[in-house]
């Protein structure tokens, strides 16, 4: 009998397809339709509504250039926010820093956490257990919304925006963030492929722009997030975290004890040089 193939929908005129060796898990929650496969490549892979979401194999560049980046370019950071990540990768990361002093991790679909504690138990490594975390149940937008608590960072580790992920990229979900990060704080996203995906980086950057003093993105090629280099979203009042000189961003991370794979302080300054078909989409 051979293996049942998973074709990708994000794009109308353009596919990616995986054997899936077996399905171990398939659900339509609440929320959205979430299965979990065996690829013989690339391990353990989870997609929603359609979409890769995560690999076994690849989920470390991601992970480490969403989490890293930002608190490195902090510095002080003792609270963080993570906006989704029900996989746990963003949260395994985090609490690598032995600074931060709690975290509150806030996903719309408590089925993702469980089946990701199960299935994909390597992206949590034990971090849903760490007793600075705190995980809330909640829609993302409503939640910075109406918290009364302040954030040094703020990740949001979205899907796509189609479905429940289409929100965290509006324009009330970014004035939620500003009113929760701490002054001097950074936020980032998720932002797409960009070659693929190119409108959603002038949206986001025309919507944070009147929030934040400093906009921008960073980015870095993730091999199963296809087409290019992934950008993510960064936004902060503080303009000179983000031209920060590398020795600075590599004193921090060779105090924090930290061990990447992808991550380096050469990498955390280079991935904010953008092509120049990039820049013209920001406007």
């Not at 794009?11 to 959205?32: D, Y």
């Not at 359609?50 to 980046?69: A, C, L, P, R, S």
Request: overall charge negative; some cysteine.
């Amino acid at each position: 009998m051979s293996a049942m193939l998973f074709s990708e929908t994000l794009h109308e005129s353009w596919a990616q397809t995986f054997k899936m060796e077996q399905v171990l898990f398939e659900v339509r929650t609440e929320h959205q339709h979430l299965v979990i496969f065996r690829n013989a490549y690339w391990g353990t892979v989870m997609a929603l509504d359609g979409i890769i979401q995560t690999t076994e194999k690849d989920e470390f560049i991601y992970h480490e250039m969403m989490t890293h980046v930002p608190l490195l370019a902090h510095g002080d950071a003792k609270k963080v926010l993570i906006i989704g990540g029900g996989d746990g990768g963003i949260l395994r990361e985090v609490v690598k820093h032995a600074a931060v002093e709690a975290v509150t991790q806030v996903e719309i679909d408590a089925q993702v956490i469980e089946m990701c504690k199960q299935y994909l138990p390597n992206h949590s490594a034990g971090a849903f257990e760490d007793p600075r975390v705190t995980i809330i149940i909640d829609d993302g937008v409503n939640f910075v919304r109406t918290t009364d608590e302040q954030f040094d960072v703020i990740i949001s580790d979205s899907t796509d925006p189609v479905g429940p992920g289409e929100v965290l990229f509006s324009s009330p979900f970014y004035e939620g963030v500003k009113r929760c990060l701490k002054p001097g704080g950074v936020f980032v996203a998720q932002n797409g492929v960009v070659f693929m995906q190119r409108d959603e980086v002038t949206t986001s950057a025309q919507r944070l722009r009147p929030l934040f003093a400093d906009v921008h993105f960073y980015h870095a090629a993730v091999p199963t997030y296809v087409g290019g280099a992934m950008t993510f979203a960064w936004a902060t009042d503080n303009t000179p975290l983000r031209q920060q000189p590398v020795e600075v961003i590599r004193e921090r991370f060779e105090r924090s004890g930290i061990q990447t794979r992808y991550y380096t302080p050469e990498v955390h300054v280079a991935s904010f040089a953008l092509p120049q078909y990039v820049l013209a989409l920001m406007g």
